[in-house]
């Protein structure tokens, strides 16, 4: 029996404290597919060096975005009740950890870059769940994947909010993933803070200056490198600001 679906993402939705910040996974932008479509997917493997190494790797690959290395994930989920095409598309990390063993697929996303990221996880690669278009957005757990990219079956329902019907079966366009829950984290990290930390590197540099939550804020599956998961993996450590 297929899991419930998960309504993803289809176009984007402005976070309602961050309006600079939309993020929401289940609106993001659709229209300019060739460019998405022609996006390269991002290289996967892993890196050895923490956030503190920041410095030492961006000497060492001299600021070019093609040597980026991208190891971990963030996925924005809805946490509050909204109707599309009348089905409540809520999915909150309460949600998932409900799930049996408290795992579930990741499907619904309708956005070509997105797409390619989700193609190119990795099983084991870890990613934060993150809250979207909510009161508060921000962290709230770590998942991880544990079945990489296969077809998304709600492309194929007709009576799902993302239904698709130029797909066809036999080269079917959209992908999920399975995710499983691994824990919460220590505390909620929430955009604001994330958000003073990346103006702070991205003034004074630091590993956060070219995190995707600010500079791609409506792509809902997000990649992030080994320091920029590390730094903000650190925050959880700290005194809320």
């Known amino acids: 029996m297929p899991w419930p679906s998960r309504k993803r993402d289809k176009g984007a939705v402005a976070d309602k404290k961050e309006p600079d910040a939309k993020i929401a996974k289940t609106k993001e932008e659709t229209s ?6 022609k996006s390269a997917k991002p290289p996967a493997g892993s890196s050895k060096s923490g956030w503190k190494n920041w410095k030492k790797k961006e000497s060492e690959s001299g600021g070019e975005e093609s040597k980026i290395t991208y190891c971990h994930w963030l996925l924005k989920s809805e946490p509050e009740s909204r109707l599309e095409k009348g089905v409540d598309v809520k999915f909150s990390v309460d949600d998932l950890k409900a799930q049996p063993n408290q795992t579930t697929c990741w499907d619904g996303v309708r956005n070509y870059q997105a797409r390619n990221f989700l193609r190119s996880m990795k099983l084991g ?20 994947i544990v079945k990489e990219a296969y077809p998304d ?4 329902d007709q009576k799902d909010p993302h239904y698709d019907s130029t797909s066809r079966k036999e080269n079917p366009k959209w992908s999920m993933v399975d995710v499983q ?15 003073g930390h990346h103006l702070a590197h991205k003034a004074q540099g630091g590993p956060l200056k070219d995190m995707m939550l600010f500079t791609r804020q409506r792509l809902s599956i997000q990649p992030l490198t080994q320091e920029e998961f590390d730094f903000v993996l650190s925050l959880e450590e700290g005194k809320p600001h």
């Not at 079956?153 to 194929?156: A, E, I, L, P, S």
């Open 32 to 37: 300019d597919k060739e460019e998405e479509e």
């Open 125 to 144: 690669q870890q990613a934060f769940f993150y809250h979207s278009n909510c009161k508060e957005p921000g962290i709230v757990a770590i998942v991880k």
């Open 153 to 156: 079956h709600t492309q194929f």
């Open 181 to 195: 829950f691994v824990r919460m984290t220590k505390r909620f990290i929430p955009l604001s803070e994330i958000k």
